[in-house]
C-alpha cells in the first residue's frame, strides 16, 4: 500500500485542472492502472443531504457512515484535521495503481501544473521541487517537461516512466 505513488494536479483557479483530470484518467484505465483519485477542498464540502438515512445516522452522532449499493461505497467519516494524501490512501485507497489528487499545491508530492498565460502572468509552482511537468501554455522559462494540453498520452507516458513501472 505504501507504494502507490501519488501525483498532484495543481494549479491556480479556472486553468483546466478538472478538465486535464478529466482526460488523465481515462488514458491511465485504457492502459490498465486502477486509478484512485483525491480532490482537495480547503472551503469543506457536503456529500449528504438533510433527511436521507446517512444524513440522518451522522446528525444521531456516528463517527463513520459507510452507504453502500451494488454499484458503489460511500464513507462519510469525521475528520479531526485537513488529511494529507498519504493518510487518506493509507485509510481507503487500498486496490489502486496510482492516486491522482487535485489540489493540495502546498504539498510535497509530485506535481503538474495546469497553466493558462491568459489568466496569469506567471506558474504557480515555479520554486516548486516536486514540480515535474507543466500542461499548458509555455511561460518564459520552465525547468520541467512541458505539454500543450491535449498531450494526454505523453504526459501518461511521464507517469508511467517516472512513478508506474511494473505495476501491471
Request: aromatic content about 6%.
Amino acid at each position: 500500500m505504501k507504494n502507490i505513488p501519488i501525483i498532484s494536479i495543481v494549479g491556480k483557479s479556472n486553468t483546466g485542472k478538472t478538465t486535464f483530470m478529466e482526460k488523465l484518467i481515462p488514458e491511465l484505465v485504457r492502459r490498465g492502472y486502477r486509478v484512485g483519485t483525491i480532490k482537495h477542498d480547503v472551503h469543506g464540502f457536503e456529500i449528504d443531504r438533510e433527511g436521507k438515512d446517512s444524513y440522518r445516522h451522522k446528525k444521531a452522532g456516528a463517527a463513520v457512515t459507510i452507504i453502500s449499493s451494488p454499484h458503489k461505497v460511500a464513507v462519510i467519516a469525521d475528520a479531526e484535521k485537513d488529511h494529507e494524501p498519504t493518510e487518506l490512501r493509507d485509510l481507503y485507497l487500498h486496490n489502486v495503481d496510482i492516486i491522482i489528487t487535485e489540489g493540495y499545491k502546498r504539498n510535497n508530492y509530485p506535481k503538474i501544473e495546469v497553466f493558462r498565460s491568459d489568466l496569469y502572468p506567471e506558474i504557480l509552482c515555479h520554486d516548486d521541487e516536486s514540480l515535474i511537468a507543466l500542461v499548458g501554455d509555455k511561460p518564459k522559462e520552465v525547468r520541467v517537461p512541458h505539454f500543450p494540453p491535449e498531450a494526454v498520452t505523453a504526459v501518461v507516458d511521464l507517469i508511467e516512466e517516472r512513478f508506474l513501472k511494473g505495476k501491471i
